[in-house]
Antibody, heavy 122, light 111 residues
Framework: EVQLVESGGGLVQPGRSLRLSCAAS????????MHWVRQAPGKGLEWVSG????????GYADSVKGRFTISRDSAKNSLYLQMNSLRLEDTALYYC???????????????WGQGTMVTVSS | QSVLTQPPSASGTPGQRVTISCSGS????????VSWLQQFPGTAPRLLMY???RRPSGVPDRFSGSKSGTSASLAISGLQSEDEAIYYC????????????FGGGTKLTVL
């Protein structure tokens, strides 16, 4: 079964850090780009970051550039999002999504995880 | 304010045909493929359409997509009550260093 399982969310104070993980199974992880998409409570979808199949290209939303870092580990079939200097506005459900292609420059996300909630609050 | 513009709501009665629009610019829809996602409350989004008009396996052929210039549309024919959901369009935007952009979402109500 093709599956993405996120973990690492939680309650964190502003300015602190958090690292999200996404475990992939049921498909050849190395063959696809991967992305993080978030959704604030009651709001729409917002792309956070993406990484190509071989980590050769990464992309970030302006709202997280310089604070978040995306990475992947093919040996562990896992995707990560290191989030530093967290802000109140980073509070959201963070989804891991598989791209239907190897390149990061696309928006066909064909597999989604169930999401992990990040709450930034003092 | 989303880069891609969608109507906040749409509605139709069972059996009707409904169209949801998505308007962008030359840096996004004008030069890249459009995807559509469907999201039910409390669940993760599901890919409904990609490459403008291609359906993933399992998506009924009642759903169809199109793109013209800097706009795209999702059409749902033979509307069913289970189609009531929020629909998002998405595409790559070539501006700056490149990024994915989403529409604000359209809440479809089946009357």
């Amino acid at each position: 079964e093709v599956q993405l399982v996120e973990s690492g969310g939680g309650l964190v104070q502003p300015g602190r850090s958090l690292r999200l993980s996404c475990a992939a199974s049921g498909f050849t992880f190395d063959d696809y780009a991967m992305h993080w998409v978030r959704q604030a409570p009651g709001k729409g979808l917002e792309w956070v970051s993406g990484i190509s199949w071989n980590s050769g290209r990464t992309g970030y939303a302006d709202s997280v550039k310089g604070r978040f870092t995306i990475s992947r580990d093919s040996a562990k079939n896992s995707l990560y999002l290191q989030m530093n200097s967290l802000r109140l506005e980073d509070t959201a459900l963070y989804y891991c999504a598989k791209a239907a292609d190897i390149v990061v420059s696309g928006a066909a996300f064909d597999i989604w995880g169930q999401g992990t909630m990040v709450t930034v609050s003092s | 304010q989303s880069v891609l513009t969608q109507p906040p709501s749409a509605s139709g009665t069972p059996g009707q045909r409904v169209t949801i629009s998505c308007s962008g610019s030359t840096s996004n829809i004008g030069g890249n493929s459009v995807s559509w996602l469907q999201q039910f409350p409390g669940t993760a989004p599901r890919l409904l359409m990609y490459s403008n008009n291609r359906r993933p396996s399992g998506v009924p052929d009642r759903f169809s997509g199109s793109k013209s210039g800097t706009s795209a549309s999702l059409a749902i024919s033979g509307l069913q009550s289970e189609d009531e959901a929020i629909y998002y369009c998405a595409t790559w935007d070539d501006s700056l260093s490149g990024h994915v952009v989403f529409g604000g979402g359209t809440k479809l109500t089946v009357l």
